[in-house]
């Protein structure tokens, strides 16, 4: 808002539900199979249980239960020992038994917390409950020939869910961001999915409100939802603290509902008022005993636990020396830390800082430009520590070894045979190089003129030329020594 600085006078509070799927293989209370959402044939995976037919009774999936559990260790979270099925009911044509299995009072896991990182530095976000639960089925509405009709699809149906619900513990925009990325990384790390915003395996609902700073009490929320993008959730939930604002500011009261993202309009829109937990008359699933976590499975899920990625930031800077950004930018994704660690080990003559950066650097680019997530198979660990360890022993520049690497990249070359075969190495050698140095400033009287008068840039400019004429094999400080020699020879017979 520019007309005045709101935040002196109000305090914004955000609290987060997310929806995650849990990458199993079948559903949450029957065998169908779990297909993606967005290439299956609809319909393709529903069976008597997941479709609600009378008569059938639901098997809860162990693989989703351990998938949570193991979310829910990697949140810090109270794992309970018996945590109890809740049916929440409410009609909708997507949700064909009339109710989802969920969990209510005695959730999987609570008081839990994940640190995120924000530029004020870490934060700590409380993490109130984690729970189990069923995934509804997809509605298409169509408009066609003027009639109006909705399709449905239910191989989402009985999906599993977990669900991840904040203390309001987040103040702003970028808060929210940052949370859901950590949230994002820590569900990659774990494998429990993804993290396709896209693809909808992580839905992600902010509750907004702002009161005014100094109150304890909180305000009247709003809660956002159809967000498929970390640009949208940051978009719409600044949109809707300075919406709130404005109407605090007119002495105007919020109104507690849902709002639904409108992405063409960068707006957040009324969509129906807010359901209150009675609405859905919640009582425990009956066809369902209570979900009794053995201490002998939860010890074992804990012991495999992957090292976090907050733990892992944190030892890339104390153990190689890493800047915080360099740390978080290799410890974002799994595998990208994986491959910088193999490097490093298998390059102890090389300095960690300058693996990070080629990798934070030229083969990030290299991925990019090929529109791939980060995949080590294009380039193998060891053919990049190949790379590096030509270039340390100079026998290749920087330019060249990077021409290189864009060549190695996707193919099975090998960097020491390329450089033969290319007769890349690099020229060191002095008397070379001074004869390089001589012909460029013979050939450029007019420059080497301008320089003696004054404009001493054109060193650059000369350096450029020597360059060029090694086609890029120079070793660059050699050249600049050999340069620097030759024009303060030509100086000081100038003055005489
Ligand atoms: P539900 O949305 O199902 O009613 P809760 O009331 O438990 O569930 O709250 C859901 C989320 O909203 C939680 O993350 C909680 O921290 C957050 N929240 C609740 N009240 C507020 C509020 N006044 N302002 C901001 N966030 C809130
Ligand atoms: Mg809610
Ligand atoms: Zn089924």
Redesign the pocket.
């Known amino acids: 808002m520019a007309e005045f600085d709101w935040t002196e006078k109000y305090e914004a ?5 997310v929806h995650a799927e849990l990458a199993t293989r079948s559903k949450m209370f029957c065998s169908c199979a779990v297909v993606d959402a967005t290439t299956a044939e609809p319909n393709i995976a529903v069976c008597p249980v997941c479709a609600g037919m009378p008569g059938v009774l639901p098997v809860v999936n162990q693989a989703a239960v351990e998938l949570g559990v193991r979310l829910a260790l990697a949140l810090e979270c109270e794992i309970l020992p018996s945590s109890i099925f809740a049916r929440k009911n409410y009609f909708y044509p997507d949700l064909p038994k009339g109710y989802q299995i969920s969990q209510y009072e005695q959730p999987l896991a609570r008081n839990g917390r994940l640190t995120i990182l924000t530029s004020q530095g870490e934060k700590t976000v409380r993490i ?1 409950r984690v729970h189990l639960e069923e995934d509804t089925g997809k509605l298409t509405h169509v408009t066609k020939d003027g009639e109006n009709y909705s399709l449905i699809d239910l191989n989402r149906a009985g999906v599993p869910l977990l669900e991840i ?4 513990d987040l103040h702003s925009a970028e808060d929210v961001r940052a949370y859901a990325m950590a949230l994002r990384n820590l569900l990659r790390y774990c494998e429990v999915n993804s993290g396709d915003m896209q693809k909808g395996v992580m839905r992600i609902e902010p ?3 702002v009161r005014k700073r100094g109150s304890q009490q ?4 709003t ?1 956002i939802k159809n967000l498929n993008s970390f640009r949208a959730l940051e978009r719409s939930v600044a949109y809707e603290i300075e919406r709130q604002v404005k109407l605090l500011q007119a002495g105007q009261e919020v109104i507690q509902e849902t709002r639904g993202w409108d992405e063409a309009q960068g707006k957040t829109v009324s969509q129906r008022s807010k359901e209150e ?1 009675h609405d859905y008359r919640y009582f425990p699933e009956p066809d369902l005993p209570p979900l009794v976590i053995d201490p002998a499975w939860l010890e074992e899920i804990r012991l495999h636990l992957p090292e976090l990625p907050v733990n892992r930031w944190r030892r890339f800077q104390s153990q190689y020396g890493l800047s915080a950004y360099d740390a978080e930018v290799l410890t974002n994704e799994r595998i990208v830390a994986d491959y910088f660690e193999q490097a490093v080990s298998q390059a102890p003559h090389l300095s960690p800082k300058t693996i990070a950066n080629w990798i934070c650097g030229e083969v990030f680019g290299l991925m990019n430009q090929a529109g791939t997530e980060f995949d080590p198979y294009l380039l193998p660990v060891d053919s990049l520590v190949e790379l590096l360890s030509v270039l340390e022993e100079g026998a290749i520049n920087q330019p060249t070894a990077k021409a290189i690497l864009a060549e190695l990249f996707g193919s099975d070359k090998r960097a020491r045979q390329l450089i033969q075969e290319k007769g890349l190495q690099q020229v060191s050698d002095v008397n070379q190089i001074r004869q390089m140095v001589a012909q460029v400033l013979q050939e450029n009287p007019e420059q080497v003129q301008t320089y003696l008068n004054g404009k001493e840039t054109l060193q650059q400019w000369f350096f450029g030329q020597v360059m060029r004429l090694a086609a890029g094999k120079a070793n660059p400080k050699v050249v600049q020594q050999v340069l620097q020699e030759h024009l303060d020879h030509l100086k000081t017979s100038a003055k005489r």
């Open positions: 509070v955000i609290g987060v539900e109130r619900v904040t203390e309001p509750n907004v409100s909180l305000g009247t929320r809660e937990a």
